[in-house]
Each structure stands twice: as structure tokens, then as C-alpha cells.
């Protein structure tokens, strides 16, 4: 859940600042590449949350077995990641600079692949409900 929610946070700031930044006498917004990497990743976002939600709703009635839930731990900290990557791109220069609130994001992000079992593992015990 705090790893979709980030993705979903991330991805609004960066929203926000490039309908902000200038470059070339346009807003970043404005450029196609962005366009498609906002509506890209937005999707991807859209559909890690549905995937989220209805593993509390299993959750919620006892049904939310290892596996499954091995599958979001893995596949929304790999979406954070990749959400965060791309928000620091969008931002420029900007991005690497600590106080941006999307530098912090991207670190933040970073170990969310490694803590609570890393995401090796994770597949790994994906692995053993299907290959058993
Ligand atoms: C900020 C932070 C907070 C933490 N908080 C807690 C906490 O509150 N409680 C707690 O118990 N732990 C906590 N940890 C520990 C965390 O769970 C471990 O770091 C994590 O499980 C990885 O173990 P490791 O660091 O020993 O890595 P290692 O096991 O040494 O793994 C190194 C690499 O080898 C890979 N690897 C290891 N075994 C396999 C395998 N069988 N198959 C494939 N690849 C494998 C890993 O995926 C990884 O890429 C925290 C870690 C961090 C960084």
C-alpha cells in the first residue's frame, strides 16, 4: 500500500511541476514525450492500484494467500521504482537536487526492493505456487 500510494503521490507532484516548468517557451507538459510518459505511467498506476485494493479486499476476508501477496509486494515496489525513475527525469536537473521533493521520492523507493524480503525472494515464492 505505501509503495502504490508513493507511486500515486510521485506521480501528482511531477504532474503539478511540469505544468509549472518552462523550457524552450513551452510548459514541460506541453512537449508529446511527456504526454506519453505521463499517460503511460498513469496507466501503470491505475492498474497497480486496482491490484492493490483488491488484495485487501482478499485480505480483509482471510483470502489473501502468500503468493498473491508476494506479487504486490514485488510488482508495486518495482511500479514505485519506475514511476519515481521516470518523475525524476521529467523534472531536469532538478530532480538530482535534494531538495525536490522527487529526489527524496526516488531514494525512498529504492529499498522498498530490498526490505521486507527482497523482491528475489518475493519471486521465488510466487514461483512455488505455480512450479509445484
Ligand atoms: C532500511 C531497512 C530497514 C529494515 N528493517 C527491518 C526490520 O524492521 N525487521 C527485519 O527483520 N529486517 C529489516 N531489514 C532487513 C531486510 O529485511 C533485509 O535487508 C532483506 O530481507 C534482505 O536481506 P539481506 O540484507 O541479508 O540481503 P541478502 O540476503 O544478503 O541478499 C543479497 C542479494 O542476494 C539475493 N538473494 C539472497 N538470497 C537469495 C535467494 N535464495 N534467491 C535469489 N536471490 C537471493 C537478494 O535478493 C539480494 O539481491 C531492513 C533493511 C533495511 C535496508
Redesign the pocket.
Given at each position: 500500500m505505501g509503495a502504490i500510494a508513493a507511486a500515486e503521490a510521485t506521480l501528482n507532484l511531477t504532474i503539478q511541476y511540469i505544468k509549472e516548468r518552462q523550457a524552450f517557451g513551452k510548459q514541460v507538459a506541453e512537449f508529446q514525450n511527456t504526454k506519453y510518459k505521463i499517460a503511460e505511467l498513469a496507466t501503470e498506476v491505475e492498474m497497480g492500484r486496482v491490484f492493490a485494493d483488491r488484495c485487501v479486499e482478499l485480505h480483509d476476508n482471510k483470502q489473501l494467500d502468500g503468493a498473491t501477496a508476494s506479487m504486490a509486494k514485488y510488482s508495486l515496489t518495482e511500479l514505485q521504482c519506475k514511476v519515481a525513475d521516470a518523475c525524476v527525469q521529467l523534472h531536469g536537473g532538478y530532480g538530482y537536487i535534494w531538495e525536490y521533493q522527487v529526489a527524496r521520492a526516488w531514494a525512498d523507493a529504492r529499498?522498498q526492493r530490498?526490505?521486507?524480503?527482497?523482491?528475489?525472494?518475493m519471486?521465488?515464492l510466487i514461483s512455488r505456487k505455480y512450479l509445484k
Open positions: 529499498v530490498i526490505y521486507a524480503g527482497t523482491n528475489e525472494i519471486k521465488e
